[in-house]
């Protein structure tokens, strides 16, 4: 699933609509962007400010881009959609791997019927 969702949602860009922001009023005499400097910094690094110089009605989508939700599903990386389809591919050329070897223990006495 890791593969499928790095390779389709990746570089998406997110576009909230008006129910998806989160809307709020900064103190006076501070702009949205003053008020959410050391959010934007640190946890906030990946939600996008809208309007960063209004001094009311700010305007927070929580994501910028595809790869920052896949962020909070633990898929940090571009490379972890190669990484996930490897281990897809080598689940499945080993269960064939195996099931052909263990054919070939076969003995032909155990394939006699009785």
Same mark, same amino acid.
């Given at each position: 699933?890791?593969?499928?969702?790095?390779?389709?949602?990746?570089?998406?860009?997110?576009? #909230? /609509?008006?129910?998806?922001? !989160?809307?709020?009023?900064? &103190?006076?005499?501070? *702009? #949205? /962007?003053?008020?959410?400097? !050391?959010?934007?910094?640190? &946890?906030?690094?990946? *939600?996008?400010?809208?309007?960063?110089? !209004?001094?009311?009605?700010?305007?927070?989508?929580?994501?910028?881009?595809?790869?920052?939700?896949?962020?909070?599903?633990?898929?940090?990386?571009?490379?972890?959609?190669?990484?996930?389809?490897?281990?897809?591919?080598?689940?499945?050329?080993?269960?064939?791997?195996?099931?052909?070897?263990?054919?070939?223990?076969?003995?032909?006495?155990?394939?006699?019927?009785?």
């Amino acid at each position: 699933m890791g593969a499928l969702l790095v390779f389709a949602d990746w570089e998406w860009d997110v576009n #909230c /609509s008006e129910s998806e922001f !989160a809307m709020f009023d900064p &103190p006076s005499g501070q *702009t #949205c /962007s003053d008020y959410l400097q !050391a959010w934007m910094a640190g &946890p906030g690094s990946r *939600t996008n400010l809208v309007n960063p110089d !209004a001094t009311s009605d700010c305007r927070v989508c929580q994501y910028t881009k595809g790869s920052d939700y896949l962020y909070t599903v633990n898929l940090n990386d571009y490379y972890y959609g190669w990484r996930n389809a490897a281990i897809c591919v080598i689940f499945a050329l080993s269960s064939y791997a195996l099931v052909y070897g263990l054919m070939k223990l076969r003995t032909k006495a155990s394939k006699k019927a009785e």
